[in-house]
């Protein structure tokens, strides 16, 4: 799992200033003239790789959004012609930046619908673990559902929200809901849950755990909920909160976000893995996985 997703949420909490660009939104040139040869055959093994395993797991906007950008397994895409296909579909444009950037500027860019993503890519013994955010998570995981317009509409919002959450020093409460849908949403479809959090799509072995494994837990999308819901920052979900549709998310692009943040603030937090009374529950999960992970740690 990406190092990006460990430091809080995929922006850059962690970011500092030792290779800050000179631009004061922290963008720079992709290079793409610059790839070599090695680095988009890692692109190639990434992309043919995933894309074996998304059919029948991934949701069908995902699916037409792949279908629809110029992207293929033979190059490392190319930013200025995903942005041109994605602003003339959703109004969204792709801007590099070295990595992880911080959290005002990362939601800076999303309110005007600029997508940050790592220009540079994994090398070949980092194929299933990375400390920063890489162009294969990034465009791979994220840009296909930018495509969409409720999950575009719903990031400029979540971009919008972050800067106020900040001001109001409950980015925390906020993040988890962005873990929990862009990163590692669930959706129904006709032919059974589907993957949409790029966190998910990118990563070949969680893509098979979320909807196939019998451990985790799969709980219908409950946005309080989710608010007070700790996730797991050093392994797969021990629960995946489950949309009935993606539309649902332009009413959480909408919303007031300030009364909610007053309910939660003196609330407990729940465990990644708890199961409450008041949830709907899609598949309780054994837990086996995590259990016997914990046993390990133990032994």
């Not at 072995?205 to 837990?217: I, L, R, Y």
Request: glycine share 8%; net charge negative; charged share 25%.
């Amino acid at each position: 799992m990406l190092q990006q997703l460990k430091e809080h949420v995929k922006h850059g909490l962690a970011a500092g200033t030792d290779q800050r660009p000179e631009r004061p939104d922290w963008t720079i040139d992709q290079g793409w003239s610059q790839y070599t040869p090695q680095e988009h055959a890692v692109w190639k093994t990434l992309f043919e790789r995933q894309s074996k395993l998304l059919p029948g797991r991934a949701c069908n906007e995902f699916v037409r959004g792949m279908q629809d950008l110029p992207i293929g397994p033979d190059q490392i895409p190319n930013f200025e012609q995903l942005s041109e296909t994605l602003s003339q579909r959703t109004g969204w444009q792709i801007v590099a930046v070295p990595g992880l950037v911080p959290d005002d500027v990362f939601f800076e860019h999303l309110a005007h619908r600029r997508f940050p993503a790592g220009h540079f890519i994994r090398k070949p013994h980092e194929l299933d673990y990375l400390e920063e955010p890489d162009v294969f998570h990034d465009v791979f995981g994220h840009v296909p559902m930018l495509m969409n317009p409720a999950i575009a509409d719903y990031i400029q919002a979540y971009g919008e929200g972050g800067l106020r959450a900040k001001r109001l020093g409950v980015l925390e409460k906020l993040a988890r809901v962005y873990w929990y849908t862009v990163e590692f949403g669930l959706v129904k479809q006709p032919g059974g849950l589907r993957v949409y959090g790029a966190g998910i799509a990118s990563s070949a072995t969680e893509t098979v755990f979320s909807v196939e494994d019998d451990s985790p837990n799969r709980v219908a999308f409950d946005l309080e909920r989710v608010m007070r819901t700790n996730y797991r920052i050093d392994d797969f979900q021990e629960s995946y909160f489950v949309l009935d549709n993606l539309n649902d998310l332009l009413k959480l692009a909408r919303i007031d976000f300030a009364p909610l943040y007053e309910r939660v603030a003196g609330a407990s937090d729940f465990e990644s893995g708890d199961i409450l009374p008041s949830d709907t529950v899609l598949t309780r999960g054994s837990g086996r996985y995590h259990a016997a992970k914990r046993d390990g740690a133990g032994a």
